[in-house]
């Protein structure tokens, strides 16, 4: 009789904790305010028909590089398709230890220029 007890009790919380983990229920309230968008940091298409590839997709945000955002039609197609727009910037750049030295972005201290040879 125990054992049957506790077979039902772990077949209960079973059916319990999967039937609330497995609901896949979308909110249509907020579907309006979710976030769908797309990188791009070149286009060799029309953009006209990008823009509509992208509505089409429903794609709501654009994540541009600043070549792109600079240039009239992007910036009116985005607007007329109530696509909102997003610079995305160079923020990492590459160079050279000795040129970060010199230009004073790194300091001199053993840990972050390369010892030398001789």
Known sequence: MRDACIRTGVILVFL??????CESRIDEA???????????YENERPLPAL???WKALGINT???????STLD???????AHDI????????FF????????KSGTVRDSPAQVPRRTQ
């Not at 907020?30 to 791009?40: F, H, P, T």
């Not at 654009?62 to 792109?68: Q, T």
């Not at 039609?73 to 607007?79: I, K, V, W």
């Open 30 to 40: 907020n579907e309006e305010e979710r976030l769908i968008g797309v990188k791009i």
């Open 94 to 101: 590459k160079t050279s230890t000795e040129s970060r030295i």
């Open 62 to 68: 654009v994540f541009a590089r600043v070549e792109l």
């Open 51 to 53: 823009f509509e590839e």
């Open 84 to 91: 909102s727009l997003f610079l995305i910037l160079p923020t």
């Open 16 to 21: 319990a904790l999967t039937g609330l983990g």
């Open 73 to 79: 039609e992007f910036r009116a197609l985005a607007n």
